[in-house]
């Protein structure tokens, strides 16, 4: 037989459960008088295009079986299928049981992948594990010097011309087998990954409920604190976040101990709480590469500010302070630089829970030391944050700790998308403003002016609120004379959104205030009317293109 030989096509298996074409190529044999044999589902679509089919039952002899797991399995089938016609013993032999050979099959198999993308049932997926189908094309791809076959609806244009110039060529059904044979690796590939991960999934049960049941018996909080020492538990807090719940602190990392392991210079014992609030506080401060103050009560700045690094930290300071000077008592305070004699003086007369730096002035040190309650921390090594988790009801959420590194971070490659690019002092408020914001628990709107914030909306269900808190708590917390209304910060002031405006009105509350500029990601489907109202009002909007959410 040379590779150009056609060997006629009078008679096909059609099997397919994707229908795609299948009534089109089923015309066209059946104009050519090719004989086609088809199973349940496939056969009736075929029928009712009005086209002749001869069923499988009646070829086998026997009805589908077992809801349809068993078709086409059955010797009249198969014999007609591996016959390798070019073999006299062959074709006696299906002479001899009245069998008939196939010239072409055309077969597609059960969805099995997408039944497991889209989320199927373990019974589903089971049953998508198609047996007839890749027998019938492993069949016929092996004895391709006889038949074709083919197993994409692609590939039916090529039968119907090859039905019509005489059949397929021996190169081209030894191509369509090759076909074949890789959907058919490729399906067996995909189930037995599937199979695989179940076997993975009932380890990792198993392995997860011996744990619980670890867990259960190990609690470190009902362990000695010689034994939670053992596994690096250092601290056994007086309490945890309420009087009832107790509490321990572990280090986790000896060589980057953060402030679990900071060095305690004076006060009483830090409590959880102590450690949340400073945690936030530090990583307030510490987003700033200029010298930072900031002050955090309950996981919230209520006060941040920067100074240049010609200017003692006190400026920092007392400029923080003056944020919100009522929500600063019995907050924590941290910064990125030196206490000096001067902060400390300032710090000295009001409640303060927590003060922590990377070092003290001897008389600074001395100073804060007076105030017995007082936490004094001191900070060892470079302010790192790699990754943050957090627990859930059954499992933990990890991510990497977001970080000032984004593109969007870089007010260079801001898009300045309303009003006059700014000055330098306006930029510099922005930058300062965009790096504090994220500091705040969304929804967060930060207001700022001469490198200090003067109005924070944080925490709200929608930012509308946000907007309106930021500028209420600017224009009534500020500093003022005795029996003088409180200054409006917000006028004049920049701000800084952690998330795109959904609607126009957040940012007209801003506007209406007197905020002259805007810092926002952008993103909205109402960006243009954002837009929009900032040139209404003349005032400057940046798009960063990046969001600072913190839940």
Aim: aromatic share 6%; net charge negative; hydrophobic share 45%.
């Amino acid at each position: 037989m040379t590779t150009t030989q056609r060997r006629p096509i009078r008679r096909a298996l059609i099997s397919v459960f994707d229908k795609t074409g299948i009534v089109d190529l089923a015309r066209t044999l059946a104009e050519h008088d090719v004989e086609i044999v088809s199973t349940g589902s496939t056969g009736a679509t075929i029928r009712e295009a009005g086209i002749d089919v001869t069923d499988v039952e009646t070829v086998t002899g026997f009805p589908e079986m077992l809801d349809g797991r068993v078709k086409t399995l059955h010797p009249r089938v198969h014999a007609g299928l591996l016959a390798d016609q070019r073999l006299d013993s062959h074709r006696a032999q299906l002479a001899e049981h009245g069998i008939e050979p196939f010239d072409l099959v055309v077969v597609n198999l059960y969805p099995f992948s997408e039944t497991v993308a889209a989320g199927g049932s373990f019974d589903e997926i089971i049953e998508k594990i198609d047996i007839g189908g890749p027998s019938m094309v492993r069949g016929a791809a092996k004895n391709f010097a006889s038949l074709a076959v083919v197993v994409d609806p692609e590939n039916y244009s090529t039968a119907a011309e090859a039905v019509a110039v005489g059949g397929f060529s021996l190169s081209e059904r030894q191509e369509l087998a090759t076909i074949a044979f890789t959907r058919t690796a490729e399906y067996d590939e995909a189930i037995s990954d599937w199979m695989l991960f179940q076997l993975a999934e009932d380890d990792a049960e198993a392995e997860e409920q011996e744990d619980e049941q670890e867990a259960e018996s190990l609690n470190i909080l009902d362990l000695s604190e010689e034994d939670a020492a053992e596994l690096g538990f250092t601290a056994t807090l007086r309490y945890g976040e309420n009087p009832h719940q107790r509490a321990r602190l572990a280090v986790t990392d000896p060589d980057a101990p953060g402030i679990a392991g900071a060095e305690q210079l004076g006060g009483k014992a830090m409590s959880y709480n102590n450690y949340v609030d400073s945690d936030a506080a530090v990583r307030a401060a510490y987003d700033h590469e200029r010298p930072c103050v900031a002050v955090v009560k309950h996981n919230n700045p209520c006060g941040l500010a920067v100074a240049e690094e010609s200017e003692d930290i006190a400026v920092a300071h007392l400029r923080a302070h003056g944020t919100d000077p009522l929500s600063a008592y019995g907050g924590v305070i941290a910064t990125n630089r030196t206490v000096t004699l001067a902060m400390a003086q300032q710090v000295k007369p009001i409640f303060t829970e927590v003060i922590l730096a990377p070092a003290y002035e001897d008389a600074a040190l001395e100073l804060l030391r007076t105030k017995k309650n007082l936490r004094i921390l001191r900070l060892q090594g470079e302010y790192s944050r790699e990754i943050e988790m957090r627990e859930i009801w059954g499992g933990l959420l990890i991510q990497d700790a977001d970080v000032i590194d984004a593109d969007g971070d870089d007010p260079s490659a801001w898009t300045l998308a309303a009003g006059e690019a700014a000055d330098e002092a306006t930029l510099a408020d922005l930058a300062f403003a965009w790096r504090s914001v994220r500091a705040v628990k969304s929804n967060a709107i930060l207001l700022a002016s001469g490198g200090a914030a003067v109005g924070l909306g944080m925490g709200q269900v929608n930012r509308l609120d946000s907007c309106r808190l930021a500028v209420s708590r600017a224009n009534s917390l500020g500093e003022h004379a005795e029996g003088e209304a409180a200054p409006e910060r917000a006028r004049g002031a920049v701000a800084a959104s952690d998330a795109f405006f959904p609607f126009a009105d957040g940012a007209q509350i801003l506007l209406d205030a007197g905020v002259r500029a805007i810092v926002q990601p952008g993103g909205s489907i109402r960006d243009e009317e954002v837009i929009e109202a900032c040139r209404a009002a003349g005032a400057t909007l940046y798009l960063t293109g990046t969001r600072h959410f913190a839940h």
